[in-house]
């Protein structure tokens, strides 16, 4: 097979992706081949680092919490022994080509030129990955048994990417088996994500338990898994103190279809034990429309949110490390995605009533429960919302004011 045969061949496998797709697209395409491109940016807005400060604040573990499943850690980048094939040596050779070759016209022209510095390698026998990236654009130069493939994030969603987000692990990748058959193509599957701040190590834990750790580089994350185990895995940031676990968007099962918002996420709780989440803490609230039921449960050691849109969920929980310290008043937890994003938070005795400010100027009424407080924040349709800048609630005559969490102003 000739060169212009197997840049043919990659054409018509992958076609011109971008990673704009929104979750509904996503979905869409899942059912139309074995192996599909995956995205799952968080948005982010002016008071994007928000949520870092809360994530070092949770105390021990709640009772019932289970430890992962921890077997033989696979990690990225490691060179088998054997003498290196051929075209290791012309790799990142191959990869400048294929950007030349590549569409960069949305990039600004002195961009367009040279790839941006590498920041991972991941080199197997036949299967390989470069990870490039800058402020400006993200590119992966994957080698498969299609060919070689080079795939860009640039503008709108680099920028979702790269800065500090919400409690969301923003990540895009491709895996296998999709639709549950065997892959045609025995690709490796691989996250490229974004680090969040205070975090020292992401890795993921597949559904059998297997542990693979990422490698960090520049602010970005490469979670690489050259025999598969990123269908279904959850992906996992540590913090000192803290574990961040996002199941990112689960599918359903035609069977699991006709369930409630209730047994839904209580099976994807069970499925999230597997990488040590929590067991489902009491429910606080519930936020319902006709399509994307919201459900929020916390104990001091855990938040669980269970996010529901049709035929897929997903799940994200904040656990409690060994030894930590009490959740103070006011810290709080947000995410501003796609479709309705939502903050939950520590309450202050006696809270009455109270607002969060998003960082767009909108105010949102809080609601309260078991010494919690959460509010649904706004964006639908695939219009990203905005994180909160402020906190104010009214208690016991006083006002307790949190002020992008970093400084807590109340009582006063």
């Not at 016209?105 to 197997?124: F, I, N, V």
């Not at 006709?258 to 990488?275: F, H, K, P, W, Y």
């Not at 509010?375 to 104010?392: I, M």
Request: contains cysteine.
């Amino acid at each position: 097979m000739t060169v212009d045969d197997l840049r043919a061949r990659l054409t018509d496998e992958y076609g011109e992706e971008r990673f704009t797709m929104t979750v509904s697209e996503i979905e869409q395409r899942a059912g139309r081949g074995s192996r599909r491109r995956l995205v799952a940016w968080a948005a982010v807005g002016a008071a994007a680092a928000v949520v870092a400060a809360g994530f070092l604040v949770w105390p021990s573990p709640p009772a019932g919490e289970v430890a992962p499943l921890a077997t033989t850690s696979a990690t990225p980048g490691a060179t088998p022994s054997a003498a290196s094939p051929a075209w290791h040596a012309g790799f990142a050779e191959d990869c400048r080509r294929k950007w030349l070759d590549s569409d960069r016209s949305k990039l600004a022209p002195e961009d367009r030129a040279e790839l941006p510095p590498l920041r991972m390698e991941a080199l197997e026998p036949e299967l390989g990955i470069r990870v490039y990236g800058n402020d400006q654009v993200v590119a992966d130069c994957e080698r498969s048994p299609s060919g070689l493939g080079i795939s860009m994030t640039y503008a709108q969603p680099t920028q979702r990417l790269l800065p500090d987000v919400g409690a969301r692990i923003p990540r895009y990748g491709s895996i296998s088996h999709l639709d549950g058959s065997p892959s045609e193509v025995a690709s490796a599957d691989y996250f490229v994500g974004r680090v969040p701040a205070g975090v020292t190590r992401v890795d993921a834990v597949s559904p059998d338990g297997r542990v693979i750790e990422a490698r960090l580089d520049g602010g970005l994350f490469l979670l690489w898994a050259p025999e598969g185990g990123l269908n279904g895995a959850v992906v996992r940031a540590h913090t000192a103190t803290a574990t961040i676990l996002d199941s990112g968007v689960d599918y359903l099962p035609e069977e699991q279809l006709t369930e409630s918002a209730e047994q839904i996420c209580r099976a994807a709780a069970d499925r999230g034990r597997v990488a040590g989440g929590p067991s489902q803490p009491p429910r606080r609230f519930s936020f319902r429309d006709a399509t994307q039921p919201l459900l929020v449960h916390a104990v001091d050691g855990a938040v669980m949110v269970c996010d529901r849109s049709g035929n897929h969920v997903s799940l994200l929980s904040v656990v409690a490390a060994a030894g930590a310290a009490p959740w103070q008043p006011m810290r709080w937890v947000a995410d501003a995605g796609y479709g309705e994003g939502w903050i939950v938070g520590r309450a202050p005795a006696g809270a009455e009533s109270g607002t969060v400010t998003l960082a767009d100027g909108r105010k949102v009424t809080l609601r309260f429960s078991g010494g919690w407080f959460a509010a649904r924040l706004g964006g639908k349709d695939g219009v990203a919302g905005a994180l909160p800048r402020s906190v104010q609630i009214r208690a016991g005559g006083r006002t307790w004011t949190a002020d992008g969490q970093q400084n807590i102003l109340g009582p006063r």
